[in-house]
């Protein structure tokens, strides 16, 4: 069984600019979620997403956007790049919305804005 | 408000010793899981164990051990025997329903050859 398949890993965009990654959930897995992971901040919850809905939306600018296809695969975007939006963007899929059914992970995509 | 607390920040200790890792929750909810999760240098979080707020029963696997204890809002992690492959940072997560996870800071775990 495939696991969650984020692309690209590693990018480095300049200030002002757009970055689009894309994460593959587990087959048969709906939702989606997405976290940004910085040494100062820990673990900070961006967006979730079920059958092509956002379920739950952590408390970011609204330059981070996102959707999902109907085959569960999901984008998010970063619009009008800021320094501090270097992180390690991790991409998660769950069986159900919310986290009581735990996640299984992606290997990340790390951002470096310059 | 729920609230995951992962007091320590950093554990060092040399290869074989057993280690615990501390994790103590907050909610109000009967109803709740609780998570510990693995992000090995490589950056990829690994799923190590759900546990679900009925079932206190502690949870061996290897030499893996976790202890749930209701009473003083704890759900701890020991390895035993700990080897060089076990540094890692080691997160303790909480969920309550269809709400995301509730993440502590994480510990730190070196383990010296």
């Known amino acids: 069984k495939a696991g969650v398949t984020q692309t690209p890993r590693y990018l480095i965009k300049t200030r002002g600019q757009q970055v689009t990654l894309s994460c593959s959930p587990i087959?048969?897995?709906?939702?989606v979620s997405w976290y940004q992971q910085t040494p100062g901040q820990g673990l900070q919850f961006l967006f979730e997403y079920f059958s092509e809905t956002q379920r739950n939306k952590g408390n970011f600018p609204g330059r981070f956007s996102g959707r999902q296809f109907s085959n569960s695969r999901s984008e998010m975007n970063v619009s009008t790049l800021e320094l501090g939006d270097s992180a390690l963007y991790l991409c998660?899929?769950?069986?159900?919305?919310?986290?009581?059914?735990?996640?299984?992970f992606g290997s990340g995509t790390r951002l470096t804005v310059v | 408000a729920q609230k995951v607390t992962q007091a320590q920040t950093e554990i060092s200790v040399v290869e074989k010793e057993d280690v615990t890792l501390d994790c103590v929750y907050e909610?109000?909810?009967?109803?709740?899981?609780l998570f510990w999760y693995k992000q090995p240098p490589s950056g990829e979080l690994v799923f190590l164990i759900r546990r679900n707020s009925f079932d206190e029963q502690n949870e061996i696997s290897g030499r893996y051990s976790w202890n749930f204890q209701k009473s003083t809002s704890s759900f701890n992690f020991t390895i035993t025997a700990s080897q060089v492959v076990d540094s890692a940072v080691y997160f303790c997560?909480?969920?309550?329903?269809?709400?995301?996870?509730?993440w502590g800071a994480g510990t730190k775990l070196i383990i010296k050859p």
């Open positions: 909610t109000r909810d009967t109803t709740y899981y």
């Open positions: 087959s048969g897995h709906r939702s």
């Open positions: 997560a909480l969920s309550e329903g269809n709400y995301q996870l509730i």
């Open positions: 998660a899929s769950s069986l159900g919305t919310g986290g009581r059914y735990g996640y299984t």
